[in-house]
Every structure is written in structure tokens, then in C-alpha cells.
């Protein structure tokens, strides 16, 4: 029996002045590309103040997005050019957001003043 006042399943954190294992640059890679959906969505927010900004930000952003879906068709998933860790579920997201963002951008723009009237672009 183990003397040790450790879980055995609980991994041993490393004693002060010792080496830490460091992240894996696909563990790094991940955790960017994670905050650079946030920053998009915080983007989206930011200029969803008039229409034509938010369009443009569909627009543009979904074509950013049909883009990387097609670099993820593209590379190999084991390729050294797939420094975007992507895989067939991240190409699928992009393919849905790209597209959903594009068509959005397209949909008849209303009127303020009469919101049953529709503005021609």
C-alpha cells in the first residue's frame, strides 16, 4: 500500500524549480484559433451597428470562411502545410458559416422609415 496522500489518478505537479512540460504547438495553434472565432464574433458585434457594415462584415467574413474551407479540402490533414489544424469537422463549420454568411448578406435590405418597404441596392 502507498504511503502517498495522492489520488493515484491525479498527476504529480512538478516541484518548485523543476522543468514544466510546455504545451504542444497543436495545443497552442488551438487555443489561437479558438480566440480568433472570438474575435470574429466580437467583430460581428462591433459593426452590427448599421447595415452596411454588417453586411459587409457577412460578406466579407464568409468569404474568409469559404476560403478556409477550401485550404482545408485542399491540404492534407497530416501535411506539413496544414499549420491550421484542421480536420473534416472544421471544414464542415466553415463551409456552413461561409455560406450562411454570404446568403445573409445578400437578403433585401428594409427601410427604416417604413418597414414594409424594401430598398433597392
Known sequence: ????????????RPAAGEDRPGRSPVQIVAMVYGVVFLLVGIAGLALARTGTMARHYLLWGGVIYLVLWLYGLFVG?????????????????????GVTMVALSFLPRFSSDRPDRVESR
Do not use: K
Open 1 to 12: 500500500m502507498s504511503t502517498s496522500s495522492q489520488h493515484p489518478t491525479t498527476p504529480a
Open 77 to 97: 490533414h497530416d501535411s506539413p502545410g496544414n499549420f491550421v489544424p484542421l480536420n473534416d469537422a472544421d471544414n464542415w463549420l466553415h463551409l456552413g458559416l
